[in-house]
């Protein structure tokens, strides 16, 4: 037994898979074609994908925010637990990546329900919330360029509804975080960002150390 979170190994990392995830065919044929990427490991781990399901669920979304699609995995995750008025709105500035996660959109017949913005997220979210989008959100996914991370709280902050969820992702950045020789750009937005969320009154949070770590945030204001 343990106080504290349990590190996993290898076995029981793989017990855990093979009871509580239900990765799909597709799921399994994009993490197959993603893993030729050079970039393979920004995709989030299948027991996220499954716990991100969990909470749109849980939260009854029916509006959902991306930021940071790459090819597209977590979206699939997220927009196949939506009801079926559900939408999506993804934001990322690469091409090349999107291209990859529409041809699997369209395979698992989510394109009417995932909308794409393919530019600078800190642009997209200027737009939604100069369109009278705040507030409108119940649950938005950050998961894009860490360097930016501190915007995209505060912009995702006005753009969610009162008790919206805000989850963003690899907040303990590898450990890279508590190591305080580690004066990374990547490493220090994710630190502001992580002093910002610890001291901000006006939301009840909790970092959960699945995958790279994910900081759940609920919006207690209006
Ligand atoms: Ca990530």
């Known amino acids: 037994m343990s106080n504290r979170t349990l590190s996993l190994d290898d076995r029981t990392y793989e017990y855990l898979l093979s009871v509580s995830v239900d990765e799909t065919d597709l799921l399994r044929e994009l993490r197959a074609e993603t893993a030729g990427d050079k970039f393979s490991v920004m995709q989030i ?64 017949g989510l394109q009417d329900k995932i909308k794409l913005r393919l530019q600078a997220a800190s642009i997209t979210l200027q737009q939604l919330l100069d369109d009278s989008l705040a507030g409108t959100f119940d649950f938005i996914f950050v998961d894009a360029d860490k360097q930016n991370y501190p915007l995209y709280y505060e912009q995702s902050l006005r753009l969610l509804r009162r008790g919206g969820l805000l989850a963003v992702d690899n907040t303990l ?29 006006r939301v009840t949070k909790s970092l959960v150390p699945i995958g790279d770590g994910l900081t759940l945030i609920v919006k207690d204001f209006e």
């Open 45 to 108: 781990s299948p027991e996220q994908g499954q716990f991100m399901a969990l909470l749109v669920k849980l939260t009854g979304a029916k509006r959902v925010l991306e930021i940071g699609t790459f090819t597209g995995y977590s979206s699939i995750c997220i927009a196949s637990a939506l009801p079926d008025d559900g939408e999506l709105v993804c934001c990322d500035d690469s091409d090349e990546w999107t291209s990859m996660a529409r041809k699997y959109w369209k395979k698992a």
């Open 173 to 201: 950045w590898s450990g890279s975080v508590a190591d305080p020789e580690n004066m990374q750009p990547g490493t220090r937005a994710i630190r502001r960002f992580n002093e910002m969320v610890k001291n901000d009154n």
